[in-house]
């Protein structure tokens, strides 16, 4: 595999506008993004841009930009666009989509994200991590992955994704991490394909790929990495800017 990580990144947030840019011990937080997937190790890292406030900020930092159009539906869309203006020859042929609020990912769930494709039935590899508590659990912010994971095993077939408590009955729950790795193809179909009915009911964008019969692998990790969504996330951010600069 040659993988190449994409970060998607605009200026419009519902709950906390312009958050990508928001200042984290002196960086955007896009920056802290960025740093951490450099620390990876895996390949090229670049920020698929919506704006270009965003850019500046990027390569301010050294980093490598790419402006795409702000009209794009989806992070997908705009990681597809930076793609093929980044590697119009087709040299990497895997994909990481990174969400741009997670300043504390470690890179190390950047290469776990990379293991269901070892495996050539899958078209897609995410990430889970266990359900810790019963509001977790109920929480329709936290989207749940119907997986189960054999003995000794760390990946298993995603089979569906919901906001609601899935799979029933006793047993572990697995909070999906919103990291994708796509084959290129793959993302290709992805981003070609309509909003599917299961997307659009659920509001997610996963469904789409499960619906069209493409394969989902998920590797376990061990705990959800923290996102900025909220003004207090952020404040936490903040506070324990320790833990990820």
């Known amino acids: 595999m040659t993988p190449i990580i994409l970060i998607p990144a605009r200026m419009g947030s519902t709950r906390l506008p312009d958050k990508v840019l928001a200042d984290i011990a002196g960086l955007p937080m896009i920056v802290h993004v960025l740093n951490r997937a450099r620390e990876a190790g895996l390949g090229p890292v670049a920020v698929a841009c919506g704006e270009a406030e965003i850019v500046r900020a990027v390569e301010a930092a050294g980093g490598t930009a790419v402006l795409t159009d702000p009209a794009h539906p989806s992070g997908s869309d705009r990681v597809f666009d930076a793609l093929n203006i980044l590697d119009p020859a087709g040299m990497h042929d895997v994909v990481i989509n990174l969400q741009g609020d997670l300043p504390s990912i470690s890179p190390e769930y950047l290469r776990a994200v990379l293991l269901p494709l070892a495996d050539p039935a899958f078209d897609i590899a995410t990430l889970?991590?266990?359900?810790?508590?019963?509001?977790?659990?109920?929480?329709?912010?936290?989207?749940?992955?119907?997986?189960?994971?054999?003995?000794?095993?760390?990946?298993?077939?995603?089979?569906?994704?919901?906001?609601?408590?899935?799979?029933?009955?006793?047993?572990?729950?697995?909070h999906h991490i919103g990291i994708y790795a796509?084959?290129?193809?793959?993302?290709?179909?992805?981003?070609?394909?309509?909003?599917?009915?299961?997307?659009?009911?659920?509001k997610l964008e996963q469904l789409r790929a499960l619906e069209a019969g493409m394969r989902i692998g998920a590797a376990r990790v061990p705990a959800a990495p923290f996102g900025v969504d909220t003004h207090a996330d952020l404040h936490l951010a903040r506070q324990n800017l320790g833990h990820f600069s």
């Not at 359900?131 to 089979?159: H, I, M, R, T």
Request: hydrophobic share 45%; proline share 10%.
């Open 182 to 202: 796509y084959r290129r193809a793959a993302l290709a179909r992805f981003v070609g394909m309509a909003p599917s009915p299961l997307e659009l009911r659920e």
């Open 128 to 174: 889970v991590a266990p359900v810790s508590s019963e509001a977790e659990a109920n929480a329709e912010s936290v989207v749940k992955c119907a997986c189960a994971f054999g003995e000794g095993q760390d990946v298993a077939p995603a089979l569906y994704f919901s906001r609601s408590r899935v799979p029933s009955g006793p047993g572990p729950l697995w």
